[in-house]
Structures are given as structure tokens and as C-alpha cells.
């Protein structure tokens, strides 16, 4: 569900897209006929309007990614105090799960089926701590080949635990890339 700030700044875009393109179109029609001072105000209203456009474009994209960004950091500062363990990338074992689902979707000319192939996969390892063996589950939106393949070449990753909590835990798959 999205907040009302994001709700906000959904209709600002959307009234700001409509406003530049009414502004291309004053340029464009300014254009056409550029032998009066019309055309002049009507060329310069549209070039302020596509200005706005983008002035308030570049202000949404850097307050999205600095959200972003603040995000990862409090998560990472979060994890600086966590126990890290090693973890044998070799010693994890890989559950697996597919399967299809479609659907018809009705219109005019007939019914149309939607395939859908999912993918359910789920890490599985073991951790001893404090003389105590736990037993992890990490999920995970990769097929069992490809996630075989990164652990291959990566060997051992961290795996990050709340020493206050062990319902809280982080497994670095950054490698991965996805």
C-alpha cells in the first residue's frame, strides 16, 4: 500500500508530465507561426513549462535515491552490529519449487491465456552457536542451476545474526547481483 507521500508525488508527476506536454505543444505550435508576439509569449510559456517539467523531474529522481541510499545505510549500520559468521557456500542446500499458472483474461476477439511460470526457491544451512546447532532458511527468486553456479565461484559468503534475536539474520548474496 502506498503512503501519502508517495501518493503525492504520484499526481505531481502526472500533472507535471500533462503540463510539459502542453508546453512541447505551445512550442510547437509557436513554432508554426512565429510572426507575431503570440507566438512569442506562446514559444516561451512552453519552454518555462518543459523547464518546470524537468526542474521538477530531477528534484523527484534525487529524492528517490537519496531514500533509497538512507535505506541501505541505516540497514548496513544495522548490520556493523550483528555477529558475521562465514558460511561455506558448498554446505547450503538448495530446495527448489516450480510451477505454472495461467490465466484468461476476457475481451472482445476471445479469451486469452496467460502463462506464468513461478519460482519458489529456499536456502537451507546450519549454523553452530554458542555450542547449539541452528538450522536457517533464506529465500531466494533464483533457479537451482544459477544459484549453483554463483556459489561455485563465490565459495563463502557472510551471514549476519542478531546476537539479541536469531528470528533476525541477514545472508550476503551481494555477489549475486540481483
Not at 1 to 8: A, L, N, Q, S, Y
Not at 41 to 52: E, K, N, R, S
Not at 57 to 70: G, Q
Request: glycine share 4%; net charge neutral; charged share 20%.
Amino acid at each position: 500500500m502506498k503512503t501519502i507521500k508517495e501518493r503525492i508525488l504520484t499526481i505531481v508527476l502526472v500533472a507535471n508530465f500533462a503540463l510539459a506536454l502542453v508546453g512541447y505543444m505551445f512550442v510547437r505550435g509557436a513554432l508554426r507561426h512565429f510572426d507575431n508576439y503570440v507566438s512569442f509569449i506562446m514559444f516561451a510559456t512552453g519552454i518555462i513549462l518543459m523547464l518546470l517539467f524537468l526542474i521538477v523531474l530531477w528534484i523527484a529522481l534525487r529524492f528517490s535515491k537519496k531514500k533509497v541510499i538512507t535505506e541501505e545505510l541505516k540497514f548496513f549500520n544495522q548490520l556493523t552490529s550483528w555477529s558475521k559468521y562465514l558460511i561455506d557456500l558448498n554446505t547450503i542446500q538448495i530446495k527448489s519449487n516450480k510451477w505454472n499458472d495461467s490465466h484468461f483474461i476476457r475481451n472482445l476477439g476471445g479469451d486469452i491465456e496467460i502463462k506464468q511460470e513461478n519460482i519458489q526457491t529456499i536456502l537451507e544451512f546450519e549454523l553452530e552457536i554458542a555450542g547449539e546447532t541452528k538450522q536457517f532458511h533464506w529465500p531466494c527468486s533464483l533457479e537451482t542451476k544459477s544459484l549453483e553456479m554463483y556459489f561455485a565461484i563465490q565459495k563463502e559468503t557472510g551471514f549476519y545474526l542478531d546476537p539479541n534475536d536469531h528470528s533476525n539474520y541477514y545472508l550476503d548474496l551481494s555477489f549475486i547481483g540481483n
